[in-house]
């Protein structure tokens, strides 16, 4: 908490910020307002909703610091950039930005906010450093009135998935943080605003597209379907490459790729994956500054399933699709502290020596385990366990009568 204890005004937000984070590490099931103002001793939840509504401190200037201090371990001039979106299922029409949308949490339409991550993929780690929420056109950027209901901030428009990758991407250039690659998947792949940026700014880039996408080839002369020129492929051409470890070993595939530069002296190419036991197909378009093998290709493909097990982890131990907030500033303010909560023990696991061949190296999983045994471990006497169960059951009976009546009322 020490590298962001000069981002908030008073000593009493710094003091409940630090024991919000301490809850999200813990083993706290539901990492709501409610469930961590109990484990940290509060006799409401006043303190904890304030935190993230009205208390004085800056979101985004934290989510800076918490960037810094991962650059700091895991900084690498190879890392890669993995862009991603990942949906929080919510009820209601209330909470910002949430409508009836695809979300791959679900696998199908459902009724979500969608929020969109930068996360940084080096060689010793790997961690979210940013965030943005998807604000739909239609049925939020076209209604001011409910923009201004859930506090969106009055210069905030409208913008597309990759939009908001390519803000990320160019705050991470300013801030000089150490990368040499980004991928995506075809979402960002799509977009060709995002490529020109990227080359612009002499970034290499691996972004995945449809299978409707057409390239040139022969030097810029034809244009043909990748799908179509993947069947012309010899077989001898495809290349058995292994993108990073897996749950059940390496991740091994065969790979083929094909010069798209039109001009002398330009290095892209298309990339194309192929399934050893189905024979499924992705493809991928490819730019670099300079000349690359294809195995550099192969690692930065591959590095994008990292930010897809990120948001996994991240639900799965600090809780960031567990907020119960509805507005813009408690959104960001809730996910903001998640990822500080997630750098914890990123750098924690980082700074671990490298075990011998007897032993896996520590799990982040692992090492939120051991935390919560040796140092975050809590015994609240029997009054403050029993003082919480009556004041829960006494809101939810409030909230009943009051959800009874506004039926009536209709």
Request: glycine share 8%; net charge positive.
């Amino acid at each position: 908490m020490t590298r962001v204890a000069d981002r908030f005004v008073r000593a009493e937000p710094r003091r409940t910020a630090g024991q919000f984070v301490e809850g999200l590490l813990s083993r706290v099931e539901r990492k709501t307002c409610w469930s961590l103002a109990e484990r940290a001793g509060h006799d409401d939840p006043q303190a904890m909703q304030r935190l993230l509504r009205t208390a004085v401190w800056d979101a985004d200037a934290v989510r800076d610091d918490v960037r810094a201090w991962l650059i700091e371990h895991l900084g690498h001039p190879d890392a890669v950039l993995a862009t991603d979106e990942t949906g929080f299922l919510k009820k209601g029409m209330c909470s910002v930005g949430v409508q009836r949308q695809y979300t791959g949490t679900a696998g199908r339409i459902e009724n979500s906010q969608v929020g969109v991550f930068l996360a940084y993929v080096s060689p010793l780690g790997r961690a979210l450093i940013d965030r943005r929420l998807y604000l739909p056109e239609t049925t939020w950027c076209q209604q001011p009135e409910r923009l201004a209901a859930a506090g969106v901030p009055d210069g905030v428009g409208f913008a597309t998935k990759p939009a908001l990758a390519r803000q990320m991407i160019a705050a991470a250039l300013d801030a000089e943080i150490p990368f040499g690659w980004v991928t995506g998947d075809e979402v960002y792949g799509a977009d060709p605003g995002l490529r020109a940026d990227l080359e612009h700014r002499g970034i290499g880039y691996v972004l995945a597209v449809g299978c409707d996408r057409r390239v040139a080839v022969n030097d810029g002369r034809t244009l043909i379907r990748v799908d179509e020129l993947a069947e012309r492929i010899p077989t001898r051409e495809w290349q058995r490459h292994s993108c990073g470890p897996g749950a059940k070993g390496p991740r091994d595939y065969l790979w083929a790729w094909i010069t798209t530069a039109a001009r002398p002296g330009e290095y892209r190419w298309l990339l194309i994956r192929r399934n050893r036991t189905t024979g499924e197909l992705a493809f991928y378009l490819c730019w670099s500054p300079r000349p690359v093998p294809l195995h550099t290709l192969v690692t930065v493909a591959g590095s994008r399933w990292s930010i897809e097990e990120l948001f996994q982890t991240g639900k799965g131990q600090v809780g960031l699709d567990h907020y119960q907030v509805r507005g813009w500033t408690g959104w960001h303010r809730f996910i903001t502290l998640a990822m500080l909560a997630l750098a914890v023990l990123t750098i924690l696991a980082a700074q671990q020596p490298d075990p011998d061949s007897e032993i896996i190296a520590l799990t982040v999983a692992e090492i939120r385990r051991l935390l919560n045994a040796f140092v975050l471990a809590t015994s609240p006497p029997p009054e403050h366990t029993l003082h919480w169960s009556i004041w829960r059951r006494t809101s939810q009976a409030r909230a009943r009568r009051s959800h009874y009546q506004r039926r009536q009322a209709k």
